[in-house]
C-alpha cells in the first residue's frame, strides 16, 4: 500500500506543479527566483532528457511502457525487499508523470532551470532520485 500512496503522490505533486506552470506563465517565460542560479523557465520539452529523441513521440511512449512495465515487474519480484519498494514508488510516480505529459499534451513540461543544466521537471527529480538509491542499494547490499 505505501508503494502505491507513494507513487500516487509523486505522481500529484508533478502534475500539480507542471499544472501551474501551465496555467500562469507563457511558454519561454522565465522568473527569478535566485537571480542567475535558480529560474522558473516554462519548457514544452518534445523529447527526453537533454532532447534527445524530440518530436519521436512514439518511441518515447513505447520507452515509457517498456519502463512502467518493468517497474511493476520488479516490485512485485522484490515486494519483500522494503529497501527496494520507496525508490520504484518515486521512479513509478516519476515515469507515470512524464508519461501523461507525453499521452495528453504530446510533450514533457520542464520549469525547474538552474541556468547551467537542461531545465527539467519535479517527475525527473524524482526519477534521478530514485535511480541513485536504486544504484547505492544494489551496490551496498551486492544484489
Known amino acids: ?38 529560474h522558473l523557465t516554462y519548457v514544452q520539452n518534445s523529447g527526453a ?5 524530440r518530436g519521436k513521440i512514439l518511441f518515447l511512449l513505447i520507452t515509457g511502457v517498456l519502463v512502467i512495465a518493468a517497474i511493476f515487474y520488479f516490485h512485485e519480484r522484490l515486494r519483500f525487499d522494503d529497501h527496494l ?5 518515486l521512479l513509478l510516480g516519476g515515469s507515470l508523470g512524464n508519461m501523461s505529459d507525453r499521452v495528453f499534451r504530446r510533450y514533457v513540461v520542464d520549469f525547474i532551470d538552474f541556468r547551467i543544466w537542461p531545465v527539467f ?6 526519477i534521478n532520485v530514485a535511480v541513485f ?3 547505492f542499494i ?4 551486492g544484489k
Open 1 to 38: 500500500m505505501q508503494f502505491f500512496i507513494i507513487t500516487a503522490s509523486v505522481l500529484l505533486f508533478d502534475q500539480f506543479s507542471k499544472f501551474l506552470v501551465h496555467r500562469f506563465m507563457f511558454v519561454n517565460q522565465s522568473i527569478p527566483i535566485i537571480e542567475n542560479i535558480l
Open 49 to 53: 532528457a537533454f532532447g534527445l529523441f
Open 85 to 89: 519498494q520507496t525508490p520504484l514508488a
Open 121 to 126: 521537471n519535479v517527475a525527473d527529480v524524482m
Open 133 to 135: 538509491f536504486i544504484i
Open 138 to 141: 544494489v551496490l551496498k547490499e
